[in-house]
């Protein structure tokens, strides 16, 4: 998973700073996303830095940043925070190139799968392919969000069910492209003959797919490097204004 991938990058950059990083997973939880949150508001971590976020973070971050408890917190996240600083892979840019190669490719009916209520992935593609095509990609989501590769699975039987089937389409992440693939294989439809799908974040397992997933690199050893040096910063009292770093981002084909 890309996430596992930024921490062990993050590892190897805090230690090379004199920092030590622990790691608490919330398996998309609200539940332990709070828990954390209360644990960490005694002043036993310097910052914390939240990879993605989940329903009501938003509510959760601004309650323990503000006073009195004042948490220090760091975003990797496409979500905006009144406050709170990220660091993020160029989305506009994401969905923009997305849609771009599907076009080339000749898909004529194109789909974005994943959550795109304030998602810049979903609003650049949606963007590109109105103005270059004159229509409005249609979004398969899931009621509920929870392990990306089974909420692929699902979201493939509301895309397999459509009265029209799109010919491409992009995922939010490439988890939930790897749960496409494996429910389109049930069927005769071909990858990427009859469908074309790009994933998102190039993850090592894209190479392992059958067929292989294009998908868009988002530089993690550039993300992890950023992301130490701004929690640096929070740490210091330093990072005075709100910052948003997007980390550009290349198309993979395969």
């Known amino acids: 998973h890309p996430f596992s991938l930024i921490l062990e990058e993050m590892q190897f950059k805090a230690l090379e700073k004199g920092l030590e990083i622990v790691p608490y997973i919330t398996r998309f939880s609200t539940r332990l996303e709070e828990n954390f949150l209360e644990q960490a508001r005694d002043g036993r971590v310097d910052a914390l830095i939240s990879l993605g976020t989940l329903d009501g973070s938003k509510e959760r971050y601004l309650k323990y940043t503000a006073p009195p408890i004042n948490l220090k917190i760091l975003l990797y996240s496409n979500r905006n925070i009144k406050g709170i600083s990220k660091i993020l892979f160029n989305e506009e840019k994401t969905g923009e190139?997305?849609?771009?190669?599907?076009?080339?490719?000749?898909?004529?009916?194109?789909?974005?799968?994943?959550?795109?209520?304030?998602n810049p992935r979903y609003e650049s593609f949606d963007k590109y392919v109105k103005r270059v095509k004159g229509y409005k990609p249609e979004i398969f989501s899931a009621a509920k969000y929870t392990e990306p590769f089974q909420t692929g699975k699902r979201i493939a039987g509301k895309l397999l069910k459509a009265k029209t089937p799109p010919d491409g389409v992009f995922t939010s992440n490439d988890f939930i492209a790897f749960g496409l693939l494996s429910e389109i294989a049930k069927t005769k439809l071909r990858v990427p003959e009859d469908i074309a799908i790009v994933g998102c974040d190039n993850s090592e397992a894209c190479l392992y797919t059958n067929p292989t997933l294009t998908s868009v690199t988002i530089t993690i050893p550039l993300i992890a490097e950023k992301l130490i040096e701004k929690v640096q910063l929070l740490i210091a009292d330093e990072l005075t204004e709100t910052e948003t770093i997007r980390?550009?981002?290349?198309?993979?084909?395969?």
Do not use: M, N, S
């Open 97 to 118: 190139k997305t849609a771009e190669y599907l076009l080339k490719l000749g898909c004529q009916h194109l789909a974005f799968a994943g959550p795109g209520k304030d």
């Open 247 to 254: 980390i550009p981002v290349t198309l993979v084909e395969r």
